[in-house]
Each structure stands twice: as C-alpha cells, then as structure tokens.
C-alpha cells in the first residue's frame, strides 16, 4: 500500500482549513442582498404572474373584436350540416369595449402592485440589512463590556487581597461582571434573529455562512413634510393600485348597463354539398340578439359593481388617511434623529478627547489603567450610538421613502 507523506497531509489539511474559513467570512455588501432577495422572492414571483394572469385575461376579453370561425364536419354528409361559419360582432352598444376599458385597468392596478411589491421587498432587506448592522455593533460593545467587567473583576480580587477594596466592592464587580454577561447573551440572542431575517428575506438556501458590510453613509430628506405627504398621496403604489381599480369598476358598471341592450352581429358559413342539398353553399346575414329575461342576474350584477366601487372609494380614502398620518410619523422621527445623531456625534469628539487625556495621564503615571479603562469603555459606547443613531435613521428614511413611492437605492 502507497504511504502518503506527512507534509502533503498537513498541507492538504491546511488549505481545507482556509478554504472553509474563507467561505465563513464571506462577506456580502447590501448591494449583493438585495440582488439576492429580488432573484429568489416567492412574493414578487407571485406578483409578477398577477400582472400576466391580468394580461391574460385582457387579451380574453378583446376576443369579441375579432371574427370567430370554426368548422364543422359530419359524415356521412346530410343537407348543409358540414362547413365553415364565420361570427362577427358588430355592435353591442359599448358592452366590449367598456369590458376592455375595465380589463386594462385591472392590468395597470397589478402593475402598481408589482412595483409595491418590489420597493417594499428592497425596503424590507435594507431594513434588515442594517438592522444586522447595528444588533452586531451592540454584540461588538456587549462583548468588549463583558471583558472589560472580566478584567475589573480580577483587578478588584487583587486589591482586595491586599485591603485596597471592601467586600461590598468585590460583591458589586461580581455583580457587574454577571450583567454584562446577561446583556452578551441578549445580544447574541437579537443578533441571531437579525440575521435569520435577514436570510429569509434573501430566501437562498445555497447560501453559507456570511458577514455584513458597516455603511454609516446616509443622505438626509430635506423635504417639507407638506411635500412628502402630497408626495406620498400621488406616487404610493397602493394607492395607484386602488385609482385603477377604481377606474376599472365604473367601466364594469358601464359594461352592466350594456347588458340590457341589444347587440348586433353577423354571420357567413359556407356549407358543403350534402344529401338533400337544396339551399346554396355559401350565406351571410345580419343578426339581433335581445336580452329578454335572465333571471335577475344582470340587475345583481350591477348591484355587485356598485357596492365594489363605494368599497374601493372606502378603501383608498382610509389609506390616503393612513399614509398622511404615518409619513407625519415618520417625518418627525426623522427630525428627532438628525438632532439625536448631531449630539451623539459630539459625544463622541468629547469621549474621543477625554480617551486621550486618560491615556497621556496614564502613560505619566498620573492615573491608573482602571481609569484609563473607563475612559476607553466611555469611547467605545459613544461610538457605538453614534453609529446605532445612524442605521436608525436609515431604517426609518427608508420606510419613508417606501411611503412617497419613491426608488430606493
């Protein structure tokens, strides 16, 4: 048996080693998990197949405009009953054409709703995008704080142990210690969650083990709230999709009152020589039909129209109101952030300063590493709402956008 050499081993070992924590630390930028999320979306492939079984039946419901021929053949031949016919419709006092008007408005109400469906599914991974974002940087602070209280912990045994601390000091840094670990395993906890949204939102089950890109880039909205609310109420997919439903339904209405009318239509056939063949191969006429009694149906379904269309003017008239209410909302906690993030981002120049002046203290001696420890925890946790403040704004700018109809990048 052919021995293999140790060296080839071990550096087959290796490489596998490194391939497999590349693939660990794999990282994808938003950019990539939104793409993801579009790709693979059962949601928006439903919406999609909405707009095609819409087109479908917008390409059903023009049929009438067309001339129907079929055949019909029978052996052995008797008189005319074999041939080709030709039916036409002439006029139908706008039964069709309103039934095409109302058929193309239900195409263009699911059109709205597949964009909807795609703002909101980027809206949606953003959002989750960089709440892993800001769940990982209170993990990233959680776990320096568990350490840090670690270290204290020990440093406080030791001076005890010589007399330079009490029992209560000793018991109160055990204490700290413990509710630093209980906040760590809450973080993990949210941080988990975040990511396995994350992963659902970008539904691919090929996907291994990745990591998240920091973005602190933001852009703010200068807009009036005024503005954003006259916005909202002209561009929000929703409420488009409820207009062209609108449209559509007075068209149906439109086509019910057709019904009572009569319609005209015409017919040719040419008929082959059969038995008993007396009358000529070749015909064509005009013909009326006149709807007489139906069983009340067209009155039901004019009454049907009529409660969907007080429905519909229900409907868009609650989520005009919704919409103006949550892009207030909204609007003002934008406001409240920008001045949240202006103070944080002081906080953090002041912390960053007082870090240096610990730190020259410390290296003169004049100061001791437990005080220069606080003034580095006090950074970090500066650092750490002052980003956190920054995806918030992100979050709530990008439910806002989603609101006014407008594209999100």
Known sequence: ???????????????????????????????????????????????????????????QAKAPLYPQLSGKLVVPFVGRESGFYVDQMIWDFGKTKARIRAKEHHLESARYLFTGSETTLVRDTRIAYYQALSDKN???????????????????????????????????????????????????NSYELAMLNLRHLMNDPSLGQFDIRENLAYEKVYETREDLVSFALSENAEIKSLLADHDGIRASIAENRGKFLPSIFGRAAYRFEGEGAETPAFIAGLGVRIPIFEGFSRFGQMSQSKAELTRNEAQTELLKNRIILSVGELYLKLKHLEKKIKILRDSESISEKNLLLAKERYESRSASKIEFAEAQALYEEAVADYKNSIYDYKMVRLRLLSLCGKEIQ
């Open 138 to 188: 209170r993990l990233d602070g959680a776990a320096t704080e568990t350490k840090r209280r670690e270290w204290l912990l020990e440093k406080t045994k030791e001076l005890f142990a010589v007399g330079k601390r009490s029992a209560q000091q000793l018991s109160q840094a055990e204490i700290d210690l413990q509710q630093a670990k209980l906040e760590l395993v809450s973080r993990e």
């Open 1 to 59: 048996m052919m021995s293999i050499p140790k060296n080839f081993l071990l550096l087959l070992s290796s490489l596998l080693l490194l391939s497999q924590t590349a693939w660990a630390q794999q990282v994808i930028p938003i950019e990539r998990a939104v793409e993801i999320a579009l790709l693979n979306s059962p949601e928006l492939r439903i919406s999609r197949s909405e707009v095609d079984i819409s087109k479908s039946i917008l390409r």
